[in-house]
């Protein structure tokens, strides 16, 4: 048996892992917008990573009726893509169509408004998890059929406009940039910020691939007083 496939083994039955209580208290998210929706979501899940979330909850007190909060202007897209990662740790970018289809997608918006959701719910795993998959979508289409994909100027004023300037999502979308450097990928609409950063890391010559740096978690918000989320999974 390869190493590879022993390891998933040992991972079926860990002694020692926490298991998760599915018969605790269930709480309805509304998010209001565009595209109004409901969620529901066990308290403990729920409460398990993001700041604004436990004080949402710890206010609506023990009481078991009405355990609702809510939430105005949120993507329920975002939001579900949220719930799923709490749920499996993991991120998923679907790129099938309804007939099952794998068909080609931009991700970028949805990487992007997921990396601002996890500012707005104070969730430092969720935007170091996102910070990996954008990683990872930046070196899968930059060996796909497909392409490399990068965001478009619009969404590069989003991610600026929503996250601080010492951000390391920042400094990441710099280095992909800088790692392709062709100056025909920049365009003058493009954040300030972002143009003279690019500039001069491109005229150091090519950066690190993103994906050897990501390993060290270089991208990442945790610092050295908290364990990396990759460490709990
Ligand atoms: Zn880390």
């Given at each position: 048996?390869?190493?590879?496939?022993?390891?998933?083994?040992?991972?079926?039955?860990?002694?020692?892992?926490?298991?998760?209580?599915?018969?605790?208290?269930t709480i309805a998210v509304h998010v209001?917008?565009?595209?109004?929706a409901v969620f529901y979501a066990?308290?403990?899940?729920l409460?398990?990573?993001?700041?604004?979330?436990?004080?949402?909850?710890?206010?609506?007190?023990?009481?078991?009726?009405?355990?609702?909060?809510?939430f105005?202007?949120?993507?329920p897209?975002?939001f579900n893509?949220y719930l799923?990662?709490?749920?499996?740790?993991?991120?998923?970018?679907?790129?099938?169509?309804?007939?099952?289809?794998?068909?080609?997608?931009?991700?970028?918006?949805?990487?992007?408004?997921?990396?601002?959701?996890?500012?707005?719910?104070?969730?430092?795993?969720?935007?170091?998890?996102?910070?990996?998959?954008?990683?990872?979508?930046?070196?899968?289409?930059?060996?796909?059929?497909?392409?490399?994909?990068?965001?478009?100027?619009?969404?590069?004023?989003?991610?600026?406009?929503?996250?601080?300037?010492?951000?390391?999502?920042?400094?990441?979308?710099?280095?992909?940039?800088?790692?392709?450097?062709?100056?025909?990928?920049?365009?003058?609409?493009?954040?300030?910020?972002?143009?003279?950063?690019?500039?001069?890391?491109?005229?150091?010559?090519?950066?690190?691939?993103?994906?050897?740096?990501?390993?060290?978690?270089?991208?990442?918000?945790?610092?050295?007083?908290?364990?990396?989320?990759?460490?709990?999974?």
């Amino acid at each position: 048996m390869s190493t590879d496939k022993r390891s998933k083994l040992l991972h079926v039955c860990e002694p020692n892992a926490e298991r998760s209580s599915f018969s605790n208290t269930t709480i309805a998210v509304h998010v209001t917008g565009p595209e109004a929706a409901v969620f529901y979501a066990h308290e403990k899940l729920l409460t398990s990573s993001s700041l604004v979330l436990v004080r949402s909850c710890r206010e609506l007190g023990s009481a078991s009726s009405n355990r609702r909060i809510f939430f105005e202007n949120l993507d329920p897209r975002s939001f579900n893509l949220y719930l799923n990662w709490l749920y499996t740790s993991a991120i998923t970018l679907s790129s099938a169509d309804s007939t099952g289809e794998q068909r080609y997608e931009d991700h970028w918006p949805l990487l992007i408004n997921l990396y601002v959701l996890s500012i707005r719910l104070e969730d430092l795993d969720f935007a170091d998890a996102v910070t990996d998959a954008m990683v990872s979508y930046f070196a899968h289409t930059k060996r796909s059929d497909w392409g490399l994909q990068l965001p478009i100027s619009n969404w590069k004023h989003f991610l600026y406009d929503n996250t601080p300037p010492k951000a390391k999502v920042r400094r990441l979308l710099v280095q992909m940039y800088a790692h392709v450097r062709d100056p025909v990928l920049l365009d003058e609409r493009d954040p300030a910020e972002f143009l003279a950063e690019t500039s001069q890391a491109m005229m150091k010559g090519a950066a690190e691939d993103p994906l050897m740096s990501a390993a060290t978690c270089c991208f990442h918000e945790h610092g050295n007083s908290r364990s990396c989320y990759r460490d709990r999974l």
